[in-house]
């Protein structure tokens, strides 16, 4: 069983992936109890190389996301001074220093610009324009990695609702909205409302990208977890194997 999940882990995820390592751990673990001692050696030495790769590549972008802030928190004071807060510019710069504070996983400051962003965005732009909308979404984000679904909920219906009326529902941010609704109502174990808007995604991924492509299969994957969730076992296993039959023709 420990195989077989191992073998299952790797093909939804990457071997890279946290919980395919979890995997390859439990492997091993089961190894040593059966007393298959250099099995379970060359698995956990696997293990210990792909996480100490993984921390020290995570140390490496902490490093530099700390100098890129310094050097943004200065652009941002710049444009302050020399054109005014609610210029473009300005508000651009506020918006990059978010997204840097969000690498750093300081949520709250991210969230605290991108608050000030998007009243700014509605003021000048009006709350149908794209740049309203994409501050709109940065923040549902943002709302998401603090765990505060409802509010990212919120955010991400009206920014899907706005997409569909001005872009169309085949446009590729309307089905990106889609997906980050679809994942906040699966989060918040709404998996019947996830199931509607996963059907979507996936047919539109389809018609627009092909089967084989990289999200097309990731919108495979989303929808087999939801229906794992609705106890819809058949459906699951099905796309499982079409996931796992579209990987090997790579």
Known sequence: MAEQILEKTQLLFGKNHPDTLLA?????LTYSELGQFQKAKELEVLVLEKCTNFWEKITQEHWEFRKAKEFVV???E??????????????LAM??????????GEFRKA?????????KQK??????HPDTLLAMNNLALTYSDLGEFQKAKGLEVLVLEKQKKFLGEDYPNTVL????LASTYHTLGDFNKALGLEVEVLQKQRQILGDKHLDTILAME?????????????????????????????
């Open 111 to 119: 969230e605290e610009l991108e608050l000030l962003v998007l009243e």
């Open 24 to 28: 390859i751990g439990n492997l091993a």
């Open 95 to 104: 918006g990059n220093l978010a997204g840097t504070y969000l690498n750093l």
């Open 123 to 128: 003021k000048l732009l009006g709350e149908d």
């Open 222 to 250: 989303n929808l087999a977890k939801t229906y794992q969730k609705l106890g819809k076992q058949e459906e699951m296993e099905e796309f499982q194997q079409v996931i796992k039959d579209t990987k090997k023709s790579w």
């Open 78 to 91: 710049k444009h302050t001074k020399l054109l005014r807060e609610d210029h473009p510019d300005t508000l």
């Open 74 to 76: 200065l652009v941002l």
């Open 177 to 180: 909205a889609m997906g980050n």
